[in-house]
């Protein structure tokens, strides 16, 4: 058999070798990791705001925006002055001592006090000790009949509207009143979930001193000093931010007007001097020939 040709080698291509092509220091690249735990959001990125919140959370939010955007007349808006975080802390010292009696306790007392009945050993006797009392229907009683010496309302009661005259009550019987965050807790001190008023009718001989300065205080910040100013009225940042552009056209217009009327005024002045002159200078030069 005659002998193969041999195959031609393959022609390379004379040239520049290109190189590989260098990363951009601007645009760093973060390559996806879909290994375990890569699909895991990152941490400090914020997607509350795509998050399909519960219909509940949506009508909370969306009545504090309410309140904000309307305007709140001075009865309701006495709710939002409240007691700092100091003197709700001072309020709430006194307030604890005096929680009401749990269901708890109250078994373990009756059973001490059938046994020491039943044995014929001698019981405790006399008023019960000063408590809180709670409750919107006892708390009017205690008021309108002046037996309560400091009443506490939240600020937060819904529908305002239960407790939006218990100030003014308080005003006229001359009663100390003051308004706290939370009526969750007011619930705390009342073993409730939450709770619309509580007041004091009596307290120990230890605290007196104590409740005296704080109805004192009450009385200077919430009775004497009536709230009648409006509250609300607040717009939204793309509103500010409208209305402010506006208020710069506006603003813009009126100068332009200004400077306009002010280069009138100056061109009448200026005319009015010019024929002033006029006049004066040809009565100097013949003032004579004319008369």
Known sequence: ???????????????????????????????????????IRPHGRDLSRYVRWPRYVRIQRQKKVLLQRLKVPPSINQFKRTL?????????????????ETKAAKEVRIEALAKATAANESTPSGPPPPTLKYGLKHVTTLIEQKKAKLVVIPHDVDPIELVLWLPALCRKMNIPFAIVKGKGRLGVLTEK???SVVCLTAVNKEDE???KTLSENFKAQFNENVERKWGGGLMGLKTQAKLDKRAKLIAAENAKKTAAKLQTNLEAAAARCYEYL??????????????
Do not use: I, W
Request: proline share 11%; aromatic share 10%.
């Open 84 to 100: 700092d975080k100091n003197q709700a802390a001072e309020l709430f010292k006194l307030l604890v001592k005096y929680q009401p």
């Open 1 to 39: 058999m005659p002998p193969k040709k041999p195959v031609a080698a393959v022609p390379v291509k004379k040239g520049k070798v290109s190189s590989a092509p260098t990363a951009n220091p601007l645009f760093a690249a973060r390559p996806k990791s879909f290994r375990v735990g890569g699909d």
């Open 193 to 195: 979930k939450t709770c």
């Open 278 to 291: 006029y006049f004066h200078h040809s009565h100097m030069l013949f003032g004579n020939a004319l008369y």
């Open 209 to 211: 001193s104590k409740l």
